[in-house]
């Protein structure tokens, strides 16, 4: 090979080599767990909430590729330094130490008490759970509130890594009381027979009211603003806001609103 036909080569070999890591570096890592209709790796779409993260981060010109785990996991692996975060958490202190939230809460979700309609369970306080086992999911976010009246009130505990189980050990008598999303227990619910989603009923009190936000790993703060833009360019669209309530949310976001 002559020494033009070799730098020749090195030029094209070289630029390839740069194609390939700018084409790389526009395709962003999210890891993220299973919640539909919110995230749900069985839809085309992922979920209404991956929609609305790959829509926001596309004006950017920026793909998304979701990567499902554990919550648990998902939560570790997403401070690593091949993510560019973890979809989607509510708010805590220690998450904010870990991770940046993103300013835009992108859902507002009501948790309900979900159990068998022969459990004899009232919801007025945290302390009515004290009889009962509860399902926590681990890796998910619950109030301080709740946790301590678990210890408090020495409220039985199941612990489940798959929100997916929820239902099934409510009808298998393996737990008491489960707490879901409306969305997500509708979600789940299509997997039953019409027997068993008769046996399921909940408290009309919610268990609790939280945000969910996207968080951006520390090492590419950059995002946090690239996402709240673009968030905040497609809810400028009437259309596209109304749609994404009606599908994820069912009542407006109120930060949102306030638009």
Not at 134 to 140: D, K, Y
Not at 183 to 197: F, P, R
Request: hydrophobic content about 35%; proline content about 3%.
């Amino acid at each position: 090979m002559t020494v033009l036909r070799l730098f020749a080569y090195f030029c094209f070999t070289l630029s390839a080599s740069i194609c390939t890591a700018q084409s790389l570096s526009k395709t962003l890592h999210i890891s993220t767990g299973q919640w539909p209709p919110y995230m749900d790796q069985s839809r085309r779409d992922q979920g209404c909430v991956a929609k609305l993260i790959r829509d926001a981060f596309a004006l950017s010109d920026l793909k998304v590729r979701f990567v499902f785990m554990p919550w648990e996991r998902a939560y570790q692996e997403g401070m690593k330094k091949e993510f560019a975060g973890s979809a989607y958490w509510y708010f805590s202190e220690k998450r904010a130490q870990d991770y940046i939230y993103t300013k835009q809460p992108i859902t507002e979700e009501v948790s309900r008490f979900y159990h068998l309609k022969s459990l004899d369970f009232v919801y007025e306080s945290y302390k009515d759970l004290s009889p009962h086992r509860l399902i926590l999911n681990q890796g998910l976010t619950y109030p301080e509130e709740l946790l301590q009246a678990v210890k408090d009130y020495d409220v039985s505990v199941v612990n489940a890594t798959y929100t997916t189980k929820n239902l099934p050990y409510l009808l298998r008598g393996r737990a008491d009381i489960a707490i879901l999303t409306e969305q997500t227990k509708a979600s789940y619910a299509q997997s039953l027979t019409i027997a068993q989603q008769k046996q399921l009923t909940y408290q009309e009190k919610p268990a609790f009211i939280k945000q969910g936000y996207l968080l951006i790993n520390k090492q590419n703060r950059f995002l946090v603003s690239v996402f709240d833009n673009g968030v905040e360019k497609l809810w400028r669209d009437k259309n596209y806001y109304n749609e994404y309530v009606a599908n994820c949310i069912k009542t407006e976001l109120t930060i949102a609103a306030e638009k």
